[in-house]
């Protein structure tokens, strides 16, 4: 079960998360830049664009968590997107970022099925570890994002990446125990209670989300995604007032 004195969002004033603190958060948030973001990192974010990927990969997962890494549009497959982490680092490190996508949650490497009955090794019941929830905050401008996320606390943030457009994308430590612990805690009490009266989407509760890889460069814009924010064990930027 999710530990509420670890995971501090579980002590949030949950009666009072409303529309109307998105604003007091951003307010106290306002002025801070990527680079404070980078000084506040735990784990410093200095590496070369050609690192960034496989650094991070190592440092989250263990070497035999199968993980999917790919496009958009890729299906899983087992041995080509779907592979153990090792295996990616030394795919990562040897040619560098091409990949734009990945799922935080490691897989079973079992195949499941779609909503509509379709097999694939990207279903729901495919998800080995429910590490990691992936979120952004796409209702207000991306320098509003940034002074959210700067001043929001208690959340125990793994990492906080630029995806080069207008967004700021999140990963969320919740190490939940199991998909039913997900669906219970991280679903209803963080999402449904916390994120989603703030702002976020419910769209992003799924714990099969793909996330942007920090590295990789956008072919629209010639932008890369950037990781701003990097703690693997999950710690807010900010701390409690």
């Known amino acids: 079960m999710i530990d509420g004195n670890q995971y501090g969002w579980t002590s949030m004033p949950v ?41 991070m990969v190592d440092a989250l997962y263990e070497p035999d968590d199968l993980l999917f890494i790919g496009k958009l549009t890729n299906e899983g497959q087992i041995d080509g997107t779907v592979r153990p982490v090792g ?9 560098g970022c091409g990949y734009s996508h990945f799922i935080a949650n490691p897989l079973t490497g079992v195949r499941g ?13 495919c998800v080995a570890s ?23 606390p208690h959340l125990p943030i793994a990492a906080i990446t630029h995806t080069g457009g207008e967004a ?39 714990a099969i989300r793909f996330a942007c890889l920090p590295g990789h460069r956008r072919t629209d814009t010639g932008l890369r995604y950037r990781l701003l924010y990097f703690a693997p064990a999950g710690k807010a930027v900010a701390h409690a007032p």
């Open 15 to 55: 009666p009072l998360v409303d529309a109307r603190m998105t604003a007091e958060i951003v307010k106290r948030g306002l002025g801070a830049t990527e680079e404070q973001l980078r000084a506040a990192s735990p784990v410093a974010v200095d590496w070369p664009d050609e690192e960034v990927a496989w650094r």
């Open 87 to 95: 295996a990616w680092v030394d795919i990562l490190r040897d040619d």
């Open 113 to 125: 099925t779609t909503e509509d009955g379709k097999p694939t090794y990207l279903a729901r019941e």
């Open 130 to 152: 429910h590490r990691f929830a992936t979120v952004e905050l796409d209702s207000v401008p991306s320098d509003q994002q940034l002074a959210f996320w700067s001043a929001l």
């Open 168 to 206: 700021l994308q999140v990963l969320v430590r919740v190490d939940a125990a199991d998909a039913a612990e997900w669906a219970s805690d991280v679903a209803v009490k963080l999402f449904d209670q916390i994120l989603v009266p703030l702002g976020v989407s419910d769209r992003w509760k799924s």
